[in-house]
């Protein structure tokens, strides 16, 4: 357990979780080595199993919630970019109807000019 960073400590504490905790005492501690099937009764037994299972049912809630939880952040993640990209094409299509306008302003300018142009040589 040692490799897994699990303590003592740890393991005491699910002893506890599951009233188990005398078991420990009762055969000798962490060192010693005895056959499960021989030294656990029927009801011990089945508290651990019962323990593992809920652990078991706990950590594959956590996965579907973490996993909701991805789907939910690439969402976003996805409706964020579009807003992005909705924004630079607006703002594109202002920028080019700006520009639009700026031509047709000129080019109305000049024919004004063009306009008053003829008109002086019209009056001569």
Do not use: P
Not at 43 to 48: A, V
Not at 89 to 116: C, L, V
């Amino acid at each position: 357990m040692r490799r897994k960073r699990v303590s003592d400590a740890d393991l005491v504490k699910f002893l506890d979780e599951v009233q188990l905790t005398y078991i420990l005492e009762r055969e000798g501690g962490w060192d010693s080595v005895q056959d499960w099937m021989d030294v656990l009764s029927g009801g011990e037994k089945q508290r651990i199993a019962v323990s593992i299972i809920t652990l078991v049912i706990i950590l594959i809630t956590m996965l579907i919630m973490i996993r909701m939880l991805i789907i939910i952040l690439v969402k976003i993640i996805i409706m964020k970019i579009i807003l992005i990209i909705i924004i630079l094409i607006i703002e594109n299509d202002i920028d080019n109807n700006d520009i639009d306008n700026n031509s047709n302003n000129n080019n109305t300018a000049n024919n004004n000019n063009n306009m008053d142009d003829n008109n002086i040589y019209d009056r001569k």
